[in-house]
């Protein structure tokens, strides 16, 4: 099926189309805002709006426990794979101009990168100690009264850190997580290179999704700027996140549509 083929089929976007997340300033984890943020910058990258709607209880209405998800028409879809997918069976995809191996290598890469940078975003938050009790336990639960905000983040923390146990991270200190970041970022960067997205002239999903997790984990407040710092490393990645911000947010505050990147506690533009 190709691009044009697409574009001429294509079924009529909603304008009330809507994207569900978490409370923005108060609520919000750092992977659950880095994912939103890549649907987001997808949905943008489309040219399809849609109003984000923050709600303290975005995560049980989702249909995965996960968001974000979107509601278009009668329809409730969660997470960039389903939404992808969504949103290709109607009529609108950015990677159909890639052959088979282009195809492969993209899924290749957002694989890599939700297997190291949103993993190592959920460790840091539900198993260094130090930032659970100072970040995650206090934002987790902050729409719900003592005790019901302690035992929901208990609940969270015993969810994730089963999963840390089951791919093997639960026995990885902090140096290793960070070290297993920046082998994600080098070879971000090194596929990147000078390009201006990773499949040259035009972004995928793979590009989205990228910038939803660097963009977010440059312009989120933690306990120290190591994190931060490992992205910082490499000045292509930091140079892409910005190109986006500018392409696809810069300029669009008034849009409810467009505010994600420009609502994060300060943008890359200088």
Not at 6 to 27: F, G, I, V
Request: with cysteine; charged share 20%; glycine share 4%.
């Amino acid at each position: 099926m190709n691009l044009g083929f697409l574009c001429s089929t294509a079924e009529p976007w909603p304008e009330n189309a809507a994207l569900y997340q978490q409370l923005k300033e108060e609520q919000i984890l750092l992977s659950d805002n880095a994912s939103s943020l890549a649907v987001q910058a997808f949905l943008q990258m489309c040219n399809l709006p849609v109003r984000v709607i923050c709600r303290a209880n975005a995560e049980y209405m989702s249909p995965s426990g996960k968001v974000p998800f979107i509601h278009v028409g009668n329809q409730v879809v969660s997470e960039l794979g389903p939404i992808v997918q969504f949103v290709k069976a109607k009529g609108h995809s950015l990677s159909d101009g890639l052959d088979e191996v282009q195809k492969a290598e993209m899924k290749a890469y957002m694989e890599l990168v939700n297997n190291m940078l949103l993993t190592a975003e959920l460790y840091l938050q539900w198993c260094d100690d130090v930032t659970v009790e100072e970040i995650t336990y206090p934002r987790y639960g902050s729409p719900y009264p003592w005790p019901l905000n302690r035992i929901l983040s208990y609940q969270k923390q015993w969810e994730v850190r089963r999963k840390m146990k089951a791919i093997g991270w639960a026995g990885k200190t902090l140096e290793q997580v960070l070290e297993d970041v920046d082998q994600c970022c080098h070879a971000l960067s090194q596929r990147l290179g000078t390009q201006p997205y990773f499949f040259n002239k035009q972004p995928t999903e793979l590009d989205a999704l990228v910038f939803g997790h660097l963009f977010t984990i440059l312009t989120t407040q933690l306990i120290t700027d190591e994190l931060s710092e490992k992205v910082k490393n490499y000045s292509n990645l930091t140079a892409f996140c910005r190109r986006i911000e500018q392409q696809y947010f810069e300029g669009h505050e008034k849009d409810s549509s467009t505010t994600a990147a420009h609502s994060s506690k300060r943008s890359l533009l200088r």
